[in-house]
């Protein structure tokens, strides 16, 4: 495997790792854009955006824009975070050239105002089809509670109010911001040349506007601490979802490794602390645990679900349990076995294009490098009893801010 | 596409199927034991999953406990469960930990524990399961869907019910693992790195001497095609129908995923394209194609607003009825496409790869070559698809819908 890189004029950064014995090739515009970039005016335009890439430009209609992904076999698809938004697909390698022309086609979108009104009804419709999802909505409210005013606690979808509100106008505006070359990277990975892709490229993207863009407030967040209550009458929400929020190294963070070591060996879905504490004993049907890692902040989520009578049980094990890690540690055998199954998934996640495609791009995002798999296993490998340590006394544990939502009225 | 491609049957009725991919380092495997949900008792409905939940909490030398760190220190992530008619067990790991793994699913397999102690725990954390669908619409609607389209005991969920959960005991699981986990019928698919003669000889050294009890073959009606509005105050109404294709082993197969293919293959598929992208009435609507042995199904489900659900079921229905009355060639070419793209990919995954060898030998009694599947979609056509719709129309039918407003299915 080989890594390349090149930048055109406009500053479109170029990334590719070459893989001959692949068997297809994967190919994504990474665009530092998310629901933190957005004023309150404009919540949710990030992902209404998203949508709208695929809704035609003036060479495409949507039709053709979904009729010419389809065309290669393309396994195409795209997300929003509240960070980032990426644009991505897997083809067989001679599809390549078809690819870069409908892909780097459809970032430059028309945004016409009749898709824009279909499309926001489809939008309103997916705010309603997560808000019936109590998991998900015990999410959105635990992230809001924690994250305060701070831009990472904005919802990627929106509300039912902005999204209704939000204008065309508004939309182009944040584009024009946003989608400049200079803000965006793009990734491919598996079965191709580099050096006739960025011809492909420098002719699809070289005329792309650049220009400075800004993020601000980039701060670690504290957290607001507390038992946050979401109580749900029990006709409409069965079980009680629990989400526990605590600071965590950021992205960029060398302590990261040793986070996600330790994530893994309290809330891995087998052979976890969280495992032996709630899940062996009945009293939890699903837990678990992991960091998330941001551009400036991270946090680790601790989340479960179960029975509303076996709520302030499964609290106080949670709660005593972070207590019990955060003045102990892992033990060395613990620190072991996480570092194994991380190293394990990293070596197999790796053996598709995709997954490579992400890992590149995310390294590049919040770097500004490119890690192969060797290294990323060589970083996990480091992680010992000292890193796990020095993690949890920067970011304690213990330092959460706890969301209920279900129909309890209280969980202690 | 080159391939090598492994079988091996054990005198005890065990199949041994194995892909060699020269090129990963990962490898996967993974069991189907004809025990599924099918087998439980009337008054114990979810005896099977209770069995499959239980069997990690100890076995042969391992305590619960040395178990879990067993497979943790190799990196062998599993995942196992109940079906219809299988149990169904599956790891992925690194190649070279492959033989270990299987050292320590021969323990799991043959013999588990099944300890008291742990069936209280097991039993809560499957009626959580449960209980915790009524927060879940479009997984119980589907749910609700093959209850009334299927027959007994093909209707069931494999889950259980909670009274069914309930009335298990460690002597009705004992029994049920005594006469069902057994190789007569059992498939082990495993894809990955490995050399082939010393893991047929490890396979019969741990499996060899696993005693075979066939199982009576259950005898199943034909479909109940009953349709069922459940009333529920929720924001979004979710629409599910079913109704009837051919089975995997029909040489009208692929003429069906083909029908699927132009509904629902990917966004620029009629269903998408004509009921989301056209009108905006909904945010998921999709066909998809299952199969039992004997026969095939498929299954259409859209969810959206309450004031939106009719129109949208209107225009799903039509979609479905007018395929007979025309295909562009355009259309099948983008569903061949499609079709050989996704084959190729698979490729890339060891799971994915036991998975398909493995559903392959139960449906058909052979593994089919990539080259057989990719011959068979190159022949495709509109005039054949077109010819299947004909045949196979969007009815009998099954409806059921959950939301505030029963809808109206008109013919």
Same mark, same amino acid.
């Given at each position: 495997?080989?890594?390349?890189?090149?930048?055109?004029?406009?500053?479109?950064?170029?990334?590719?790792?070459?893989?001959?014995?692949?068997?297809?090739?994967?190919?994504?515009?990474?665009?530092?854009?998310?629901?933190?970039?957005?004023?309150?005016?404009?919540?949710?335009?990030?992902?209404?955006?998203?949508?709208?890439?695929?809704?035609?430009?003036?060479?495409?209609?949507?039709?053709?824009?979904?009729?010419?992904?389809?065309?290669?076999?393309?396994?195409?698809?795209?997300?929003?975070?509240?960070?980032?938004?990426?644009?991505?697909?897997?083809?067989?390698?001679?599809?390549?050239?078809?690819?870069?022309?409908?892909?780097?086609?459809?970032?430059?979108?028309?945004?016409?105002?009749?898709?824009?009104?279909?499309?926001?009804?489809?939008?309103?419709?997916?705010?309603?089809?997560?808000?019936?999802?109590?998991?998900?909505?015990?999410?959105?409210?635990?992230?809001?509670?924690?994250?305060?005013?701070?831009?990472?606690?904005?919802?990627?979808?929106?509300?039912?109010?902005?999204?209704?509100?939000?204008?065309?106008?508004?939309?182009?505006?944040?584009?024009?911001?946003?989608?400049?070359?200079?803000?965006?990277?793009?990734?491919?990975?598996?079965?191709?040349?580099?050096?006739?892709?960025?011809?492909?490229?420098?002719?699809?993207?070289?005329?792309?506007?650049?220009?400075?863009?800004?993020?601000?407030?980039?701060?670690?967040?504290?957290?607001?601490?507390?038992?946050?209550?979401?109580?749900?009458?029990?006709?409409?929400?069965?079980?009680?979802?629990?989400?526990?929020?605590?600071?965590?190294?950021?992205?960029?963070?060398?302590?990261?490794?040793?986070?996600?070591?330790?994530?893994?060996?309290?809330?891995?879905?087998?052979?976890?602390?969280?495992?032996?504490?709630?899940?062996?004993?009945?009293?939890?049907?699903?837990?678990?645990?992991?960091?998330?890692?941001?551009?400036?902040?991270?946090?680790?989520?601790?989340?479960?679900?179960?029975?509303?009578?076996?709520?302030?049980?499964?609290?106080?094990?949670?709660?005593?349990?972070?207590?019990?890690?955060?003045?102990?540690?892992?033990?060395?055998?613990?620190?072991?076995?996480?570092?194994?199954?991380?190293?394990?998934?990293?070596?197999?996640?790796?053996?598709?294009?995709?997954?490579?495609?992400?890992?590149?791009?995310?390294?590049?995002?919040?770097?500004?490098?490119?890690?192969?798999?060797?290294?990323?296993?060589?970083?996990?490998?480091?992680?010992?009893?000292?890193?796990?340590?020095?993690?949890?006394?920067?970011?304690?544990?213990?330092?959460?801010?706890?969301?209920?939502?279900?129909?309890?009225?209280?969980?202690? | 596409?080159?391939?090598?491609?492994?079988?091996?049957?054990?005198?005890?009725? @065990?199949? @041994?199927?194995?892909?060699?991919?020269?090129?990963?380092?990962?490898?996967?495997?993974?069991?189907?034991?004809?025990?599924?949900?099918?087998?439980?008792?009337?008054?114990?409905?979810?005896?099977?999953?209770?069995?499959?939940?239980?069997?990690?909490?100890?076995?042969?030398?391992?305590?619960?406990?040395?178990?879990?760190?067993?497979?943790?220190?190799?990196?062998?992530?599993?995942?196992?469960?109940?079906?219809?008619?299988?149990?169904?067990?599956?790891?992925?790991?690194?190649?070279?930990?492959?033989?270990?793994?299987?050292?320590?699913?021969?323990?799991?397999?043959?013999?588990?524990?099944?300890?008291?102690?742990?069936?209280?725990?097991?039993?809560?954390?499957?009626?959580?399961?449960?209980?915790?669908?009524?927060?879940?619409?479009?997984?119980?609607?589907?749910?609700?869907?093959?209850?009334?389209?299927?027959?007994?005991?093909?209707?069931?969920?494999?889950?259980?019910?909670?009274?069914?959960?309930?009335?298990?005991?460690?002597?009705?699981?004992?029994?049920?693992?005594?006469?069902?986990?057994?190789?007569?019928?059992?498939?082990?698919?495993?894809?990955?790195?490995?050399?082939?003669?010393?893991?047929?000889?490890?396979?019969?050294?741990?499996?060899?001497?696993?005693?075979?009890?066939?199982?009576?073959?259950?005898?199943?009606?034909?479909?109940?095609?009953?349709?069922?509005?459940?009333?529920?105050?929720?924001?979004?109404?979710?629409?599910? @129908?079913?109704?009837?294709?051919?089975?995997?082993?029909?040489?009208?197969?692929?003429?069906?995923?083909?029908?699927?293919?132009?509904?629902?293959?990917?966004?620029?598929?009629?269903?998408?394209?004509?009921?989301?992208?056209?009108?905006?009435?909904?945010?998921?609507?999709?066909?998809?194609?299952?199969?039992?042995?004997?026969?095939?199904?498929?299954?259409?489900?859209?969810?959206?607003?309450?004031?939106?659900?009719?129109?949208?079921?209107?225009?799903?229905?039509?979609? @479905?009825?007018?395929?007979?009355?025309?295909?562009?060639?355009?259309?099948?070419?983008?569903?061949?496409?499609?079709?050989?793209?996704?084959?190729?990919?698979?490729?890339?995954?060891?799971?994915?790869?036991?998975?398909?060898?493995?559903?392959?030998?139960?449906?058909?009694?052979?593994?089919?070559?990539?080259?057989?599947?990719?011959?068979?979609?190159?022949?495709?056509?509109?005039?054949?698809?077109?010819?299947?719709?004909?045949?196979?129309?969007?009815?009998?039918?099954?409806?059921?819908?959950?939301?505030?407003?029963?809808?109206?299915?008109?013919?």
């Amino acid at each position: 495997m080989a890594f390349h890189h090149h930048q055109l004029n406009n500053g479109l950064t170029i990334l590719g790792e070459t893989n001959p014995s692949a068997l297809s090739l994967a190919m994504g515009f990474w665009v530092r854009t998310g629901s933190r970039d957005e004023t309150s005016e404009v919540s949710g335009v990030s992902h209404f955006l998203e949508h709208m890439i695929f809704k035609g430009t003036e060479r495409r209609d949507s039709f053709t824009v979904n009729r010419d992904f389809s065309r290669i076999g393309a396994d195409n698809n795209a997300w929003t975070s509240e960070e980032n938004t990426f644009y991505h697909a897997v083809v067989l390698p001679e599809y390549l050239p078809a690819l870069v022309d409908v892909l780097a086609d459809i970032m430059r979108p028309s945004l016409r105002e009749e898709d824009f009104n279909t499309e926001k009804s489809v939008i309103l419709d997916e705010i309603v089809r997560y808000q019936v999802q109590p998991g998900w909505a015990a999410y959105d409210h635990a992230r809001k509670t924690f994250y305060g005013n701070h831009p990472l606690g904005n919802s990627v979808l929106g509300t039912t109010e902005s999204i209704t509100a939000l204008t065309r106008n508004q939309m182009m505006n944040y584009y024009n911001a946003r989608y400049l070359a200079s803000n965006i990277h793009l990734v491919v990975a598996g079965n191709f040349d580099f050096s006739s892709f960025v011809e492909l490229i420098d002719q699809a993207c070289g005329k792309w506007p650049t220009g400075k863009v800004e993020r601000l407030n980039r701060t670690e967040v504290n957290g607001a601490g507390g038992i946050h209550i979401v109580e749900k009458p029990e006709e409409k929400v069965s079980q009680e979802y629990l989400m526990m929020i605590s600071p965590g190294p950021a992205a960029n963070s060398p302590l990261r490794y040793a986070a996600s070591v330790l994530a893994t060996a309290i809330g891995d879905y087998a052979g976890s602390r969280l495992y032996w504490a709630l899940t062996d004993p009945g009293y939890a049907d699903e837990c678990g645990m992991g960091a998330d890692e941001c551009d400036g902040a991270g946090a680790y989520y601790l989340s479960l679900n179960c029975n509303p009578d076996n709520i302030k049980k499964c609290y106080q094990i949670v709660t005593e349990l972070y207590k019990i890690v955060q003045d102990k540690g892992l033990s060395e055998e613990e620190i072991d076995q996480a570092k194994t199954k991380i190293a394990s998934r990293e070596v197999r996640a790796s053996e598709r294009t995709h997954r490579r495609m992400l890992q590149i791009a995310k390294d590049w995002a919040y770097l500004g490098e490119y890690r192969n798999l060797d290294d990323e296993l060589a970083a996990i490998e480091a992680v010992n009893l000292k890193s796990i340590r020095e993690v949890l006394d920067a970011y304690p544990l213990s330092n959460y801010t706890t969301t209920a939502f279900g129909p309890c009225s209280a969980i202690i | 596409m080159k391939q090598e491609l492994y079988q091996h049957t054990f005198s005890n009725g @065990l199949t @041994l199927l194995a892909e060699r991919m020269p090129h990963v380092r990962s490898a996967s495997l993974g069991f189907l034991i004809p025990a599924g949900c099918v087998y439980d008792p009337n008054h114990q409905l979810g005896l099977s999953s209770v069995l499959m939940e239980i069997l990690f909490r100890g076995a042969g030398n391992y305590s619960s406990r040395a178990l879990s760190n067993a497979l943790n220190s190799l990196g062998i992530d599993h995942s196992e469960g109940s079906g219809l008619f299988n149990s169904s067990l599956s790891a992925s790991m690194l190649s070279k930990n492959l033989e270990k793994a299987l050292d320590l699913y021969a323990n799991i397999i043959l013999a588990p524990h099944l300890p008291e102690s742990e069936m209280d725990a097991v039993k809560n954390l499957l009626i959580q399961d449960i209980e915790a669908l009524e927060d879940e619409p479009q997984q119980k609607v589907m749910i609700e869907l093959t209850r009334h389209y299927y027959p007994n005991p093909i209707n069931r969920y494999k889950r259980g019910t909670i009274e069914g959960v309930q009335n298990t005991d460690v002597a009705s699981l004992r029994k049920q693992h005594k006469n069902y986990f057994q190789p007569d019928g059992t498939i082990l698919a495993i894809a990955g790195d490995f050399e082939w003669s010393r893991l047929r000889d490890h396979v019969q050294r741990l499996f060899g001497d696993w005693k075979a009890n066939p199982v009576e073959s259950i005898q199943v009606d034909s479909n109940n095609y009953q349709s069922v509005h459940l009333s529920k105050e929720i924001e979004q109404t979710q629409i599910a @129908l079913a109704f009837p294709s051919v089975p995997v082993s029909d040489p009208d197969f692929y003429k069906a995923r083909g029908a699927v293919g132009v509904w629902s293959l990917d966004m620029s598929s009629r269903l998408f394209t004509n009921i989301r992208e056209k009108y905006g009435l909904c945010y998921s609507v999709y066909a998809s194609y299952e199969s039992l042995r004997d026969r095939g199904t498929i299954v259409v489900y859209a969810g959206a607003t309450p004031e939106k659900a009719q129109e949208t079921l209107n225009r799903t229905l039509q979609e @479905l009825r007018i395929l007979k009355d025309g295909i562009e060639d355009e259309e099948v070419d983008r569903v061949k496409v499609g079709l050989k793209s996704a084959l190729i990919m698979r490729q890339e995954s060891t799971a994915a790869r036991a998975g398909a060898i493995a559903s392959d030998w139960y449906f058909l009694k052979r593994v089919r070559p990539l080259q057989e599947i990719q011959t068979h979609i190159d022949q495709l056509s509109t005039k054949s698809i077109i010819d299947y719709a004909e045949r196979y129309p969007p009815f009998p039918l099954s409806l059921v819908t959950l939301g505030p407003k029963e809808l109206q299915l008109n013919h």
